[in-house]
């Protein structure tokens, strides 16, 4: 029986702060399978960091959302939300985990699942839903290496994701992807719509580019 029983502090590796390394991959003995619920008591021990699991079963560790980046992220989720509440869908937010039909274990920066998706998400898995969004959005960091930020996104698509924009604000652009087509990078656009799958949905970005600054 495995426990996670030691919580990981920024204080016992030695840190000043928790956001100094873009991203950590552990591996696992072979005896020990990385399951849903034991990410979730490894993240619910240690949550100024971020876990999540790829699809080999390995632990991948990030820092959670800096300041910028976080409020980046409300900006777009807060338009999408706004959006919803006549879809009947669910808008996902930062600490939304979602099991992938590969066995990765992401969290999406923002995104939205639609009414048909939501309902198979209420299937009742525990801890994480079975369930791949329509739309994903991943907002990089200070400390995210544009290269993760890409794979992430190349992982999400393998996934099924219908769309998904990778918003970086040190260059401010967003990179938009779909299945079966080139990736498309949009320097500050004003406004993008997010159709199709979220049909009528076009989000504002002067929020998000004021909150980069």
Same mark, same amino acid.
């Given at each position: 029986m495995v426990t996670t029983e030691a919580r990981i502090t920024p204080d016992a590796l030695g840190f =000043?702060? /928790?956001v100094l390394f873009d991203e950590l991959t552990?591996?696992?003995?072979e005896s020990v399978a990385l399951t849903d619920d034991l990410l979730c008591e490894i993240a619910g021990l240690n949550e100024w960091l971020k876990f999540e699991r790829d699809e080999t079963g390995r632990l991948v560790v990030s820092p959670g /959302? *800096?300041?910028?980046? *976080?409020? %980046?992220a409300a900006a777009l989720i807060e338009q999408i939300g706004a959006w919803n509440r006549t879809r009947l869908g669910r808008t996902l937010i930062p600490s939304t985990t979602l099991h992938l039909p590969d066995d990765n274990a992401r969290m999406p920066d923002a995104g939205? %699942?639609?009414p048909e998706t939501a309902a198979r998400a209420r299937s009742g898995e525990r801890p994480y839903p079975h369930v791949v969004p329509d739309f994903v959005v991943e907002v990089r960091s200070s400390t995210d290496s544009l290269a993760s930020q890409r794979e992430k996104m190349d992982m999400?698509?393998?996934?099924?994701? =219908? %769309?998904?924009w990778l918003v970086d604000p040190k260059s401010r652009t967003v990179a938009v992807y779909r299945p079966d087509y080139a990736v498309v990078e949009h320097q500050e656009p004003a406004e993008l719509s997010a159709e199709p799958p979220c049909e009528g949905l076009t989000i504002s970005f002067a929020p998000v580019w004021q909150a980069a600054r």
């Open positions: =000043t702060h /928790p552990i591996e696992f003995p /959302p *800096d300041y910028d980046s *976080d409020d %980046l939205w %699942l639609s999400w698509m393998r996934n099924g994701v =219908t %769309l998904g």
